[in-house]
């Protein structure tokens, strides 16, 4: 995608508004609109709520929302996974409409049972997806995430740096929008209701 | 714009079109590594393959070393144009086709230091090397053609007008780093691209004329217009490398979005990017300075050798 020589008219067209206006026209969404800019989603992990291996297109006809983290994580992780529950709790019918795939960073650790337990706790369209590195790295690479896993000398100086971007899928595994780390449970209700 | 594997494939000689394939099957390999383990791949390994990276580097690299072996033994270039030319293409190649790409999407100062290889040393060392009748040599004669259409040199007339090439080797120093644009530059894969080939391209026009060894008419530009052409684009180089050391606010949220590699804060980065802008960016010009300097004194012992031959 990235290799294409053609260069793409959207691409072209938002350079000349950027430099004309310095800033990006009125948009109908609240999060960051980065439609046609990546490829369409593509995965092959196992969901540890089902055992099963799953694909894109297990998915297809659902809202994804598609967010890296580990299941130790004190912070980032817990605080968006408890943002999304907190909105599918306001607005049961996205429950339905959505999938939450949290993908583990950290496979090392995070064992299919220690996921299960994690992702129990939050909405019941939360579920958690591991892989091999590969799959992983692939997944990640597809989506320009960045993450590092470093085991330290003891178990208190494990540390595991991630993306915190939530990523959202349409029904047809295009990637619409982006949600940067802190983003509030309005946003997200306003934009997942418009794109369920 | 297409051009077939066979039609290009008739334009070389058989030696060549067997090398041509031999790299194309290197790339394809590449390239499958690449996609199929992206968990297990050594640093030095592209994140993401280009095939466009590959072959402009690499064909730029066989062109020259058969242009190195088919040229007289009198005009082959030193060891130390050699060694520029290699360096200048390698260091662009590393930093495209290796984790320097990866980490320069997740950290401002990597990125400043990636386009300083993009657009300063890469290009100023192939500059350097003064390649052109090397390269020249070595393509086969169907590509030679290619490179002489009237609108390619008619377009490479006008970006080389010493005044418009020091607008847009500063332009593109201050377009990119504009924070809106650059927001949308490290989000959207095509921009991205454009981004790091713009400043490459634009680098390799800039430094080749004003590093070209030769007097005017020769050269395009006199010495003294090259001189001041190098001097001019070292001020607001400084000027923007100050201004992002002293921002007291993180002006690029968008590492945020797409998530740094190191545990420094937004500032930190944005500080140690500042000052790459600053300082080794303002000294590739010093350097310029230098050379052309030294271009100036070899000409002259010259002329006064063949002046002294001529009495």
């Known amino acids: 995608m990235i290799d294409s020589v053609t260069l793409s008219r959207r691409s072209i067209l938002a350079l000349v508004l950027l430099l004309a206006s310095g800033c990006g026209s009125k948009s109908q969404w609240k999060l960051v609109d980065v439609k046609d800019m990546y490829p369409e989603l593509k995965l092959r992990m196992t969901d540890v709520r089902t055992g099963k291996l799953m694909s894109a297109t297990d998915y297809a006809g659902k809202t994804v929302i598609l967010f890296f983290g580990y299941s130790f994580c004190p912070e980032i992780c817990p605080t968006t996974l408890l943002t999304l529950t907190s909105v599918m709790e306001q607005r049961r019918e996205l429950q339905a409409k959505t999938v939450v795939l949290f993908v583990s960073v950290d496979p090392e650790r995070d064992t299919m049972e220690a996921l299960n337990r994690y992702v129990e706790s939050f909405a019941p369209n939360v579920t958690a997806l591991i892989g091999t590195s590969n799959e992983l790295a692939s997944l990640a690479r597809r989506y320009r995430v960045a993450y590092t896993v470093n085991p330290g000398p003891g178990s208190a100086d494990y540390t595991v740096d991630h993306t915190a971007t939530v990523f959202i899928f349409d029904k047809t595994g295009r990637l619409m929008l982006l949600a940067p780390y802190g983003t509030g449970a309005e946003d997200f209700e306003h934009d997942l209701l418009l794109l369920a | ?311």
């Open chain 2, 1 to 311: 714009m297409t051009v077939s594997l066979g039609s290009f494939s008739r334009a070389l000689d058989p030696p060549l079109a067997t090398f041509a394939m031999a790299i194309v099957v290197i790339g394809a390999v590449e390239a499958l590594i690449v996609e199929n383990f992206p968990g297990s791949l050594p640093i030095w390994m592209p994140y993401e393959f280009s095939w466009t990276v590959f072959l402009c580097c690499v064909g730029a690299a066989g062109f020259y070393v058969r242009g190195c072996c088919s040229s007289p033994q009198r005009e082959r270039p030193g060891r130390w144009r050699r060694t520029s030319f290699f360096l200048g293409v390698g260091l662009i190649y590393i930093s495209m086709q290796t984790w320097l790409d990866y980490a320069a999407q997740h950290m401002f100062f990597i990125h400043r230091l990636q386009h300083l290889i993009l657009h300063h040393t890469g290009p100023f060392l192939i500059a350097l090397s003064d390649p052109a009748k090397v390269i020249w040599r070595g393509l086969p004669t169907g590509l030679r053609r290619g490179t002489q259409i009237q609108g390619v040199m008619t377009c490479l007339n006008i970006l080389q007008q010493p005044a418009l090439a020091s607008f847009l080797f500063v332009a593109l120093i201050y377009i990119w780093p504009i924070p809106s644009v650059h927001y949308w530059a490290m989000l959207d894969p095509m921009l991205y691209t454009i981004m790091n080939w713009s400043v490459t391209i634009d680098g390799i026009l800039f430094w080749s004329l004003i590093l070209d060894p030769r007097p005017k008419p020769l050269a395009r530009v006199s010495f003294g217009v090259r001189l001041i052409c190098a001097a001019a684009v070292m001020f607001p180089q400084m000027i923007l490398g100050a201004f992002v050391v002293f921002a007291e606010r993180d002006l690029y949220p968008v590492y945020n979005i797409c998530g740094r590699i190191f545990p420094i804060s937004g500032l930190q980065d944005q500080t140690y990017a500042g000052l790459i802008l600053w300082v080794p960016s303002t000294m590739m010009s010093v350097f310029a300075l230098i050379i052309i300097l030294n271009f100036i004194r070899l000409n002259e012992e010259d002329a006064v050798t063949l002046s002294g031959s001529l009495r």
